[in-house]
């Protein structure tokens, strides 16, 4: 199984770096849950339909924005997936905005 190595600004003050097995077709909100499980309990983040219907999960996936359920994980340019809450709006805790 490959590794994958994701990067989460969680705010202008914290950057985090987690390694994760990569599964076939893993998605990024996949990616995320397996840090959360895994790795920090404390991660905070939204997702409800897993299914692309109610963008809950749209955040900045190597920096553009993107559904997390949606998106294959997939390292950037650096070779590191990186993570983003969106830049509008006032952040709330990690991944999650206030809208």
Same mark, same amino acid.
């Given at each position: 199984?490959?590794?994958?190595?994701?990067?989460?600004?969680?705010?202008?003050?914290? %950057?985090?770096?987690?390694?994760?097995?990569?599964?076939?077709?893993? %998605?990024?909100?996949?990616?995320?849950?397996?840090?959360?499980?895994?790795?920090?309990?404390?991660?905070?983040?939204?997702?409800?339909?897993?299914?692309?219907?109610? %963008?809950?999960?749209?955040?900045?996936?190597?920096?553009?924005?993107?559904?997390?359920?949606?998106?294959?994980?997939?390292?950037?340019?650096?070779?590191?997936?990186?993570?983003?809450?969106?830049?509008?709006?006032?952040?709330?805790?990690?991944?999650?905005?206030?809208?």
């Amino acid at each position: 199984m490959n590794q994958l190595v994701v990067k989460i600004d969680r705010s202008e003050m914290r %950057t985090d770096q987690f390694e994760i097995d990569l599964r076939s077709g893993m %998605t990024v909100l996949e990616a995320v849950d397996a840090i959360y499980f895994y790795h920090d309990p404390s991660l905070a983040y939204r997702y409800s339909c897993r299914t692309g219907l109610c %963008t809950t999960c749209m955040m900045l996936i190597n920096g553009k924005p993107g559904l997390s359920c949606m998106t294959i994980a997939e390292p950037g340019e650096d070779g590191i997936l990186h993570l983003a809450p969106l830049p509008r709006g006032k952040n709330i805790k990690d991944l999650i905005q206030e809208v």
